[in-house]
Nanobody, 126 residues
Framework: QVQLVESGGGLVQAGGSLRLSCAAS????????MAWFRQAPGKEREFVATITWSGIATYYADFVKGRFTISRDNAKNTVYLQMNSLKPEDTAVYYCAASPLRLGTRTLKESELPYWGQGTQVTVSS
């Protein structure tokens, strides 16, 4: 089992950058597929990005391609989301999620990931 804690959220102006971190407990982190989702006010939670256990393969939602980068450091049990060129529409609570199963490099469904963090708020002002 894995416990996840996100950090790094905050208030930033449009065009700015933030780096989110997700620290995982558990010695099996390096074998887990990881993902980031987000939920804006009044909207459903949506997929943002995913990374395989090795970190070799990644996949992004179209609306963040070229702006966000997902990465992981298995030695530190941490996955990151570097967010550049932020827009007001990126305002949301960002969640990291994990699965012990092999995840495809595609848009993932929430139901495919059994472990979730509590989320971190990202607010982008115009």
């Amino acid at each position: 089992q894995v416990q996840l804690v996100e950090s790094g959220g905050g208030l930033v102006q449009a065009g700015g950058s933030l780096r989110l971190s997700c620290a995982a407990s558990g010695h099996t982190f390096s074998s887990y597929g990881m993902a980031w989702f987000r939920q804006a006010p009044g909207k459903e939670r949506e997929f943002v990005a995913t990374i395989t256990w090795s970190g070799i393969a990644t996949y992004y939602a179209d609306f963040v391609k070229g702006r966000f980068t997902i990465s992981r450091d298995n030695a530190k049990n941490t996955v990151y989301l570097q967010m550049n060129s932020l827009k007001p529409e990126d305002t949301a609570v960002y969640y990291c999620a994990a699965s012990p199963l092999r995840l495809g490099t595609r848009t993932l469904k929430e139901s495919e990931l059994p472990y979730w963090g509590q989320g971190t708020q990202v607010t982008v002002s115009s």
